[in-house]
C-alpha cells in the first residue's frame, strides 16, 4: 500500500508518494515556485522551472505533461561562447539540499505543445523521483504559465 504525503507548496498543492518497496514512506520530497515561461503563437517548445529539496539522497529522473507530446529533462551550459542545451538522464537531490531547476541552468522542456501557453495558464506536470534505495515516487504539481526574465525560445538540438 502506497503512502501519500501532502505538501502545500507556493500555493499549490502536491501529492507525493513515498519511496516504497518496504510500504512506508522514507521521506517526503518537497517542490517550491513551479512555473512555466509562456510561448507566442507558433512555439512549440517551453522551459518548466521549480526548485526540489528531498529529506534523502533521491534524483529527478522523469517528468511528463497532457500539454505537450514529449517531456524531458535538461541542461543548459556555456560551450566557448555558445550556449548549449541537451536532455539529461537525471538531476541528483542530496538530502537536504534544494536544487533548482532555473532559466539557464536546469530546467523541464515541454515540446510538442498542445496549445499555446499564456500567462494565467496553468500546466500540470508530473515529476518522477527515484530514491537511491526505495524505488519511484511520483509528485503532481499544477505550475502557473508566467512570461519569466529574459523571455527566450528553446529549440531541439541547440
Not at 25 to 36: F, K, M, Q, S, Y
Amino acid at each position: 500500500m502506497k503512502t501519500a504525503l501532502f505538501l502545500a507548496a507556493a500555493g499549490l498543492a502536491l501529492t507525493v508518494a513515498g519511496f516504497l518497496p518496504s510500504g512506508r514512506a522514507e521521506g517526503p520530497v518537497g517542490v517550491t515556485d513551479p512555473w512555466v515561461r509562456a510561448t507566442v503563437p507558433g512555439q512549440n517548445v517551453a522551459g518548466a522551472y521549480l526548485e526540489i529539496v528531498s529529506t534523502r539522497d533521491a534524483a529527478l529522473v522523469s517528468a511528463a505533461s497532457p500539454a505537450a507530446g514529449l517531456v524531458e529533462i535538461h541542461t543548459m551550459n556555456m560551450e566557448g561562447d555558445v550556449m548549449r542545451m541537451r536532455a539529461v538522464d537525471r538531476i541528483e537531490l542530496p538530502a537536504g539540499k534544494p536544487v533548482k531547476l532555473a532559466p539557464g541552468g536546469y530546467h523541464i522542456m515541454l515540446m510538442d505543445l498542445k496549445r499555446e501557453l499564456k500567462e494565467g495558464d496553468t500546466v500540470p506536470i508530473t515529476l518522477t523521483i527515484e530514491g537511491r534505495e526505495q524505488g519511484r515516487a511520483t509528485i503532481q504539481l499544477t505550475a502557473p504559465v508566467r512570461a519569466g526574465p529574459g523571455h527566450h525560445h528553446h529549440g531541439r538540438g541547440q
